[in-house]
Every structure is written in C-alpha cells, then in structure tokens.
C-alpha cells in the first residue's frame, strides 16, 4: 500500500466548541456530547489512520476499530467524531477503560481490543473521493455524512442530530446517566474551520468541595497553574480521587500561582 492521497492528510486539529450557560436560539444541529477520544479518521483503501485531537496517531491502539472502519466507512474519506467505550453494564459510557486502551506494549494491546472493544461514532464528514467538504455548510455535510453511514453497523456509529430545541433539552437530561456530557449544538450553515471554537457546548454542571491534592504548571510557563488534581473524602473517610481540572483562563491561572506561591 502506498502513501495516502487525500484531500486532507493528516494531521487536522478538530472543531472546536466553546461553552455556553444554555441552548442557544438559531439555525443549529443539537447532538449529544460524546465522553471519550476526539478523533479524526482518515481512510484510503486499506490505510487507515486514526488521529487524535493534538494530532499524535491513536492507531496502533484500537485494531479491532480500524478493521471495522474499514467495512464501514467509504474507500476515500475523512470523518471527524469520538472513540467511545461502553462500560459492562450496556447502558453507560466508561472513560476510565477507555483511557486504559492507550498501553505501551503491542501485547497489553492485542488483549485490550479483545477484551474491552471500542466503538467510533462519527459527527462529521470533511472529505470524501477527491471532494474536500470543509467548506460546505454544516447541513450539507450531515446529509454527505447520513447517505455514507447508512449502511453502517456496530461498532461504526453515527450520532443522534435534532434540529428541535425542546428536544434537545430533552437529551440533556435524559442523557446525563448514560454518562454524556451534555449537548452539542452546530450552526447549520457553518463551514468546518480546524482548531476554532466554531460550534456551542452545554455541559453538565455540578459544584463540590474538594480537597487539593496537587497542581501542574502550565505549559506556557512555571508561573501559570495548568491544572489541579482534587479529591474527595468517602463515607468511610478515606480520600478518593475524584479527577483533574483545568482549560483556566489566562486571567485565572495566574491568579490562582500567585495563590500557589502565598501556600
């Protein structure tokens, strides 16, 4: 197999989204927010490769994806979406496994797609043959994108789309104990621009005292907070991880070393 030619090689930094307190009025496309691994997935022929939101390859890390991309998808196409992995009880998304995916050895990887497959759903179609469709409107490219996975089957999955607000809302809630994040909503004429918050998240939000346990600087600088580990204490008393904060604005995080440096 040769190099890839494609209209868009990789790697393509992903669309972004910036966050919203509600659901925006507008000509928008809701969908639900994905947990798991933004992904852009770049088929010709027998290639596949799958990159990820910094742009480094998460290929080597799901075999059993990249075979079934390559039943489902298209000989020639760019779709962007999220590699997701759903927990052993069926009915909810499990991060922590999925994190587990990204191993090392090609041994503990093997075992892994074996063991706790992952699914791919896709949001979006960038390319597809020799037509580069960054430029056409969102609507065009969820038509493109609902006419090539029409045929689709497990584990390639496309995602729910409502143009309906009240319905959005509804996912919203419903959602939230499948382990979602919250909504997604996409304006419906807008082109695909990499790396730009060009579309609207409403994320689940809860408030919770924690206990700082830690903090990373950031990478622009030692006298910038990048983010911080938090934990809670248990029924029983014990001191649990409860996960890692961060995305602080500029003002923020400098605020919070010039706290840093007072401790």
């Known amino acids: 197999m040769g190099p890839m030619q494609l209209p868009l090689m990789p790697p393509v930094a992903p669309m972004l989204a910036k966050a919203v307190p509600s659901l925006p009025d ?59 992995m759903v927990g052993a009880s069926g009915d909810r998304l499990d991060f922590d496994t999925l994190q587990q995916r990204i191993h090392p050895a090609a041994s503990r990887v093997r075992l892994l797609a074996d063991q706790t497959p992952a699914s791919f759903v896709a949001f979006d179609l960038l390319a597809l043959d020799d037509e580069d469709f960054t430029g056409r409107p969102f609507a065009e490219r969820r038509g493109a994108l609902e006419r090539v996975l029409a045929g689709s089957a497990a584990p390639i999955h496309l995602t729910a789309a ?7 809302g509804e996912w919203f809630h419903q959602f939230e104990g499948a382990g979602l994040d919250g909504i997604v909503a996409k304006p ?8 730009k918050r060009s579309m609207f998240k409403i994320k689940h939000e809860r408030t919770a005292d924690c206990v700082l346990a830690g903090y990373r600087v950031h990478t622009s600088g030692p006298d910038r907070v990048g983010s911080l580990l938090l934990g809670l204490y248990d029924d029983a008393g014990k001191l649990a991880n409860v ?21």
Do not use: H, Q
């Open 188 to 195: 419906l004429d807008g082109t695909y621009l990499p790396d």
């Open 26 to 84: 507008g000509e928008l496309m809701f969908e639900p927010k994905w947990d798991g691994f933004r992904s852009i997935i770049f088929r010709d022929g027998g290639d596949v490769e799958i990159g990820s939101r910094n742009g480094k390859p998460l290929t080597r890390y799901f075999p059993e994806l990249v075979e079934a991309l390559k039943a489902n998808l298209p000989p020639r196409c760019v779709l962007d979406g999220e590699i997701i």
């Open 243 to 263: 996960g890692v904060v961060g995305a602080f604005r500029c003002s923020a995080a400098r605020n919070s070393s010039r706290n840093f440096s007072r401790w």
């Open 162 to 168: 409502t143009r309906d607000r009240e319905t959005a």
